[in-house]
């Protein structure tokens, strides 16, 4: 931690009006007349520090130095609409829960501008915010990031039949499912073998039957006489109160009853 930032915690507790020991309030006048006493220097050295990293924007219980989330945010919000000047400073510098009350704060091209920067925070918080803000064509790279709730929200915005095979691999399993089943045919390869590795698996996933099911369900009928019998190897790899034995047995018997392909 800075020794600015130190010392801006330490001035907290004469910020506080009203405490239930639960939750503060903050006297704004006072938080506003803190930070526009720094100097430019200080204020980049406060709000840029790393100590904000995964900083709490809210805990329960009585003080220490990082019960003061609400603060910061209140901070940040009158900063908004008392000092452009002093809201440029912290939107180009921000790190950490500061970029996240930054961006929860700000607007229009400032915003954008901030969730650009939000994008490569080591806070998933800020990442997260990004994610959401940024113009969906800025937020492709975002795939890749290493939080699941990072990807899952770049796939809601881009959407998964536009991505999909991108997530393919994914290691998260609900990520992956979402990607697989929208597969076509000539985008699998060994299907057959693949759905027989799959219902074979004693240790499967619910991810793993959600694919199988949609395996069978593109698998050339020709094809589904080989796999009358899974049922039984499926119900004899895994017990319990699983629906996915009757669901493929369902799936294949209707697609070999119906005269629609």
């Given at each position: ?190 299907c057959k073998?693949?759905i027989l ?65």
């Amino acid at each position: 931690m800075r020794k600015i930032t130190s010392n801006f915690l330490d001035a907290m507790p004469k910020t506080i009006t009203t405490s239930n020991g639960w939750y503060n309030r903050y006297n704004e006048d006072l938080l506003f007349d803190m930070i526009s006493s720094y100097d430019k220097k200080l204020i980049k050295s406060l709000v840029s520090d790393p100590y904000w990293n995964k900083y709490p924007s809210y805990t329960y219980g009585k003080g220490g130095p990082r019960s003061y989330g609400p603060a910061v945010h209140s901070l940040v919000r009158v900063v908004s609409m008392r000092s452009q000047e002093l809201l440029s400073v912290i939107l180009k510098n921000s790190a950490g829960y500061f970029l996240c009350a930054t961006l929860d704060t700000s607007s229009g091209k400032e915003r954008i501008s901030a969730a650009r920067r939000a994008k490569k925070s080591k806070d998933v918080r800020a990442r997260k915010r990004a994610a959401k803000i940024l113009p969906v064509k800025s937020i492709r790279s975002m795939s890749c990031d290493k939080d699941a709730g990072v990807r899952n929200i770049v796939i809601k915005r881009v959407g998964i039949d536009n991505c999909y095979r991108d997530f393919v691999n994914d290691n998260d399993g609900w990520i992956s499912s979402q990607a697989k089943v929208c597969l076509s045919m000539d985008e699998v390869s060994n299907c057959k073998e693949q759905i027989l590795t799959l219902v074979e698996n004693s240790s499967r996933s619910w991810a793993d039957e959600r694919f199988a099911k949609r395996l069978i369900s593109l698998l050339p009928k020709e094809d589904l006489l080989y796999l009358l019998n899974i049922k039984m190897n499926i119900e004899n790899t895994r017990t319990g109160l699983s629906s996915f034995p009757n669901d493929v047995e369902k799936i294949i018997s209707s697609r070999l009853n119906t005269s629609w392909e």
